[in-house]
Structure formats: C-alpha cells, structure tokens
C-alpha cells in the first residue's frame, strides 16, 4: 500500500531527516533506504525528493557536499546537521502524540494491529 501523496507530504522531511540521522547518502541512496526501511510503503521519487532536500538545506537542516564515489563518479552527498537534528526530535515527540491520538480515535485498532 502505497500512502497518498499528500499524506506523505507532511511526514516527508521527518523521513529524510530521520534516515540521515543514521548517516550521509547522496540522494538515489537516500531514496532506497526509504523505501527499504518503510517495507515499500513510502516512495519519494526525484520530483518529490531532491526539492525537498534543497528546501531542508536551505532551512539548515541538511548540509550538501560533492565527494568522489568508490565508482569515481561525483556526487552530491546530505547529512543532517545540528539544527536538523533538533528539530527531528521535535516532529518525533509530534508523531507519537499523533499516533496515539489516532489510536484512540480509531478505538485502539492501531494498537492491535501493531501487536
């Protein structure tokens, strides 16, 4: 099941940032291990991805630089930055709020389904 686009919209920099936490990609990368992570339930394809990046770099939350690949070949590589950092904590304490504000809207069939 892939999530509707706009649903995905709001979660999508907590995403990225959450998988750059873990350490820098360049941004085919950044797009596999999303997809990799979440099981193929979330996709950001290069039209949603990189304006994305560029915004959260222009926000100071990623910082981009071009080093070498093992390939040879440039490429463009994000890792998150302090501030970025912050604010991943801050939209992390958002979505438990509103996951379990849904699970009690939705009479704790998110908590069932999960264990």
Known sequence: MKFESQLLKGVAPTVVLEILSRGQMYGYELSQAIE????????????????????????????ANWEKSDTGRDRRYYSITGKGKSQLAAQKQQLVKLSAGLDLLFGGAISQALA
Do not use: C, F, H, Q
Request: proline share 4%.
């Open 36 to 63: 990799k992570r979440s099981d193929d339930i979330l996709s950001l394809g290069k039209g949603t991805l990189y304006p994305l990046l560029y915004n959260l770099e222009a926000k100071g939350l990623v910082a």
